[in-house]
């Protein structure tokens, strides 16, 4: 029989993150961003009070609700709780094509950043969570020769990231 270790190294259950569940103040103002401006299309409504999204055909990848944040104020910097979620595109073109509706909609693009491993665009929603937008790099650009993961943040720009 495998030892515990063993089993976690070679035998690693398929594990990823199901769905996001974001407190929203607004639902209307929040769709109007998640659906309009990302590009998630809406699987379900729960009147005014919730919304399922899913980017392709996954029953829903984040859900955004009033149930206990109507009206509510942002998060106050300086506390706990989500830094960002992180939604990955399939590639730079998808992710730029995301990055022109924002830019068209005048939404405040907070950070383009190479981290090495992939590509990001960082931006707030409506309520002030933190977002990144980003697409990976190849696998194979991963890992240096050490098997040491080449992860970096390096300030960038929308010029040089989508290579205008």
């Known amino acids: 029989m495998n030892s515990e270790k063993e089993y976690l190294q070679n035998s690693r ?16 103002r929040s ?6 401006q990302l590009g998630f ?12 999204l899913a980017y392709s ?6 859900c955004i609700n009033t149930w206990d944040s109507l009206g509510g104020l942002p998060p106050q910097k300086g506390n706990t709780g989500l830094f ?3 939604i990955l595109f399939p590639d730079k073109e998808e992710l ?10 005048g939404i405040t693009i907070d ?23 980003y697409c990976d790099r190849h696998e194979s650009l991963w890992w240096d020769e050490n098997r040491e993961l080449k992860m970096h943040y ?11």
């Open 13 to 28: 259950p398929q594990v990823r993150i199901g769905h996001i569940n974001i407190k929203v103040s607004d639902l209307e």
């Open 31 to 36: 769709l109007v961003f998640y659906r309009d």
């Open 41 to 52: 299309k809406v699987i379900k409504r729960i009147g005014n009070a919730a919304a399922f």
């Open 57 to 62: 055909d996954y029953h829903h990848d984040l």
């Open 84 to 86: 960002h979620l992180a």
């Open 96 to 105: 730029n094509l995301v990055y022109n509706r924002l830019k068209t909609a």
């Open 111 to 133: 950070a383009f950043v190479d981290h090495g491993v992939n590509e990001s665009v960082y931006l707030r929603d409506p309520d002030e969570n933190g977002i990144e937008l």
């Open 154 to 164: 390096i300030p960038s720009d929308a010029d040089k990231l989508f290579n205008v």
